[in-house]
């Protein structure tokens, strides 16, 4: 049999690898900041002073980890993150996906106003004070559940569940009904295992942000050390390097480690503690990223 092609033309051959080379360009720019904190926090702090790296360690050393992981608060800090984040994102996602839910039924008590007040809290909002003195009336200040209860309810991603929602067969739904299914019964047993796509795209949103905050911890528990987080841990810590290093240079003294190990700068406290407040978000996102591509193209092509 023949083989028949399209014959590529010398000028688009060179389009190609002009495109390959430019991408690849853009990917190159893209990683390789995050590369350098990384390649930085391996190398050994009394080189990199004066020949910082490029693209491997100057001195390959663990002492920046071995250090941080001394400080006070440290494990604590991350495990309140990772407290927060588990049950703020299953608790956000429960809710808003009802809501969502909720909001495509007709028969829902009010259902138009509340939904235009929901959309009309993306563009308005209390402030500050009047935030701060809410919390306070409901006892919430130095409480655990300040980070959660708040961001229960996200009218952004109630909007793209809702989309999402819409977008499927009202036969699945009916026949549920006609065998006296309920709302909830509907919500959990058919709703719910159709739309992973878009519940794991809320779940990066809701996660990511639970992680990455740092303000309410700043504002809200301010008289409870047993509540900070890491991203707020990481705050104190770049606001204090210097003084974190020396800090760091004398525990190591007393505790007989050599000079060399004991050598740490602020830059390398700083971006150690990026790498490891950064980690656990670049290995989750890997395992969600096809459904979170997928539940915001169908959110996209039905709004």
Known sequence: MKRTGIKTSPSRKIFQVCNYILLLAITLICIYPFWYIVIYTFSDASIVDVNPPVFLPRGFSLANYKDIFTLDG????????????????????????????????DEMPGKKFLYRFLILTMYINGGLISTYIVIKSYGLLNNFWVYIIPMLISAYNI????????????????SARLDGAGYVTVFTKIILPL????????????????????FDNHIYTRGSEDLTTLQYLLYNYLNEAQRLADQIKNT??????SQMMASISPKGVRMTITVLASLPIFMVYPFMQKYFVKGIMVGAVKG
């Open 74 to 105: 440290f494990f604590h800090s991350m495990w309140i993150s990772a407290l927060r984040t588990v049950v703020g994102t299953a608790l956000s996602v429960l809710v808003c996906s009802f809501l969502g839910y909720m909001f495509t039924k």
């Open 195 to 214: 739309s992973k796509p878009i519940i794991a795209t809320v779940a990066v949103f809701v996660a990511v942000g639970h992680w990455n905050s740092w």
């Open 252 to 257: 190591s003294n007393m505790n007989g480690v």
């Open 159 to 174: 909007v793209l569940i809702k989309t999402y929602v819409e977008q499927l067969p009202a036969s699945l739904e009916e």
